[in-house]
């Protein structure tokens, strides 16, 4: 699935209040879900010694769908396409890969 058909698939799922004019509630959603991810990880560092196996990776896999839904989410109130997105960020990585800067601080580096 390409991230413009998630888009537009997800957005038909989209309902919370007053959708297409509320960026707030996605992003709140966005970083709770990001949390789950990391509890879920968290606990296999803590009760298992940070071996992560198959019961472990789909419950992981479906909290990154939800990431994945909410940051959709996020992108149709801001009027911004997830392929933009994606393609962006290869670019911006790319570009700091060629130059020797993947690692570091600063955004514009």
Known sequence: MEFKDFQKESRKTALYPNQDNN???PTLGLAGEAGEVS???KKV????EGVVNEEDKLAIE??????LWYLSQLASELNIDLESVAEKNIEKLQSRLER???SGNGDDR
């Open 62 to 67: 479906k909290e990154l769908g939800d990431v």
């Open 23 to 25: 960026y707030i509630y």
């Open 39 to 41: 509890e879920k990880i």
């Open 100 to 102: 020797g800067t993947l």
């Open 45 to 48: 560092l803590r009760d298992k």
